[in-house]
């Protein structure tokens, strides 16, 4: 039923700095960035294929989190796992 994992997100302040850095250090490619409109930093999709498993890296709204962490807030965000029956799982 679960097949693997689809990606990882990790949210961060710059998150093109982020993806370049994975690109440098880590031979890392950018396959993938999204507008998230004006004044905002960009979503970037990384990986070292385009069949994944990738990672998103997605714009940070906090410094740090407040008590509970938040989606968005710096750090890792989420691991989307890739499943045949969505339904069963």
């Known amino acids: 039923m679960f097949t693997g994992i689809e990606h990882l997100a990790i949210a961060a302040h710059e998150p093109e700095v982020l993806a370049a850095w994975y690109g440098r250090v880590l031979n890392f490619h950018t396959?993938?960035?999204?507008?998230?409109?004006?004044?905002?930093?960009?979503?970037?999709?990384?990986?070292?294929?385009?069949?994944g498993p990738l990672i998103e890296i997605i714009p940070a709204?906090?410094?740090?989190?407040l008590g509970a962490k938040?989606?968005?807030?710096?750090?890792?965000?989420h691991v989307a796992i890739t499943v045949s029956d969505f339904d069963a799982a």
């Open 70 to 77: 938040e989606n968005l807030d710096p750090g890792i965000s």
């Open 31 to 51: 396959f993938l960035t999204f507008d998230n409109g004006p004044e905002k930093p960009k979503t970037c999709m990384i990986g070292l294929s385009t069949t």
């Open 61 to 65: 709204t906090r410094e740090k989190p």
